[in-house]
Structure formats: C-alpha cells, structure tokens
C-alpha cells in the first residue's frame, strides 16, 4: 500500500491541499505538499512519477503526463442514456427492484454511478486511501450537481477492504439483494490467453494500474465470490466476453454483450 505521496497544487489551492492532506493523512498516507508556478500538461509529462495534484476540480491522481479522477459528472450523458431495458447490468443486477446492492470492487465508481441512477441503493467498498478518497471526492462534488445529487444520495462510501467487510455482513447475519464484482484484472481466457480490453478503457485505467498493482495490492477477486454468496441473494461478476469464470466457477446464468458479460449466482435460500 502506497504510505507517502507528493501532491503538487498551485498556491491558489494551497488550503484546499492541507485539508486533502490531513484527510490521507489520518487514513495512513503521508502527503509531501509542493507548490509550483503552473500546474499543466508540461509539468506533468517534465515529472512523471506517480502523484496527486489538486486544482479548481479536486484531487487528481497524476503520473506519466497524465491526470485522472474519477470524474462522475462526466457520466451524466451516459446516465441520461440509460434505461433498464437498454442496460445490460440492469437486467443482471435486477435493478428494476432497486436492490440494496455492494458494489465490492469499486474501481471508479462508474458502474455503481449507474446502478444508483437506475434505482439501486448502493454501498460502495473501497480499502485503497487514495482511490477511496478520491472516490470521496468526486462523491462530494456531485452532491452539488443538480442532476447528480439525487443520483449520490443512493450512494454510500465505506473503507474498508472488501473481504473484511463481506465477512463482517456474515457475521453480523446481514443479507443483501445482491453483490457486485467487477475485479480489475481478469486477465486470461480460456485458453490463458491475455484478454485485451477496448482501448479507452485501458487508457482510463492506466493510473490505477499504477496505484494498485495486479502483482501486488490489487485483489483479483476470486477470493470475494465465496463470501458474496453467503451474504447476497445474487452475485454478478463483470467479464471480459472471453474470460475465465471468477474462481472457476460456472455461474447460473449469464448475460452476454459483444465486450464483456455478466456472471450471476444465485442464492435462493437467502432470506431478509
């Protein structure tokens, strides 16, 4: 897990800086703050480690020349073309039932965006300090946009890592109407060929890959199938069209796009 990072920001934002600080801060990431004359593209490419950077839109995760967040108001064209017929995930998650709904492997929080927009109340889990608190923010920001804010209110952040959590819900007998996988890495099909996602997909994922490493923090998730069936009524896992089964197991029904597919297991013996 990443413990210090650099965070450029222009003094304009300085403030705004010392209170992202002391937030990753108490969340076990030390912040070494630099202020400089111009944040910009050409600063960025002349100091390409991995970094954050803070400016009139927020936090950014920064490294190689480029900067990203996860930037939910930029999904509001693609929320407003959503319906649960047209949706893929909507029939696969059962949103017409506006499920209460973990999403386990946050990512950018696009697809738990998505799922609240079309009616799901959503627990998003993410242990990473930096990705959560980034998710933190871009959260926050759209609870001041007038389409997004009735959207977010469906929305919970929780930090945590997501086994812990899950084992927590078993422990504690809670159930939920369905958990959510999409891991970040599901790499091999069934040949143990490298799966290659679409292009901008993978250029929009290029910092995370950075943050969380498939080598070292990020999870792949097979761990999380068994614990999601012991606490959710349905579990679908996002995959690449051609990719293995998450743990090697066959799921009870799929739904398949031209991309990727939907993986469900059900749990009818589960009871709320």
């Not at 991995?50 to 930029?74: E, F, R, T």
């Not at 995370?208 to 498939?214: A, I, Q, R, S």
């Amino acid at each position: 897990m990443v413990s210090e990072i650099r965070l450029y920001t222009e003094q304009e934002f300085h403030e705004k800086a010392q209170q992202y600080s002391a937030v990753l801060s108490s969340r076990g990431v030390s912040v070494n703050i630099e202020l400089i004359e111009k944040l910009n593209a050409r600063f960025l490419r002349l100091n390409p480690e991995l970094s954050l950077c803070v400016d009139a839109d927020g936090l950014w995760l920064a490294a190689n020349g480029m900067k990203m967040q996860p930037d939910w108001k930029a999904e509001v064209g693609r929320l407003k073309r959503a319906s649960l017929k047209s949706e893929m995930i909507a029939r696969a998650c059962n949103l017409a039932e506006k499920p209460q709904l973990v999403d386990a492997t946050a990512g950018l929080g696009h697809d738990s965006l998505l799922m609240a927009h079309l009616g799901a109340h959503v627990t998003l889990v993410e242990r990473h300090p930096i990705l959560f608190t980034l998710l933190e923010d871009s959260h926050q920001r759209a609870q001041q946009d007038a389409f997004l804010s009735s959207v977010v209110a469906r929305i919970e952040l929780v930090f945590s890592d997501s086994a812990d959590y899950l084992k927590n819900l078993s422990t504690t007998n809670q159930i939920f109407d369905v958990v959510y996988l999409d891991p970040m890495f599901p790499q091999r099909d069934q040949n143990q060929q490298a799966v290659k996602k679409q292009a901008q997909v993978k250029k929009q994922m290029q910092l995370l890959h950075l943050l969380l490493p498939e080598d070292g923090e990020m999870d792949l998730g097979d761990n999380l199938l068994d614990l999601a069936q012991k606490i959710a009524k349905r579990v679908v896992v996002k995959r690449p069209r051609l990719a293995v089964f998450l743990a090697n197991q066959e799921p009870q029904h799929q739904w398949q796009g031209d991309a990727c597919r939907f993986d469900a297991y059900f749990q009818h013996d589960l009871v709320t």
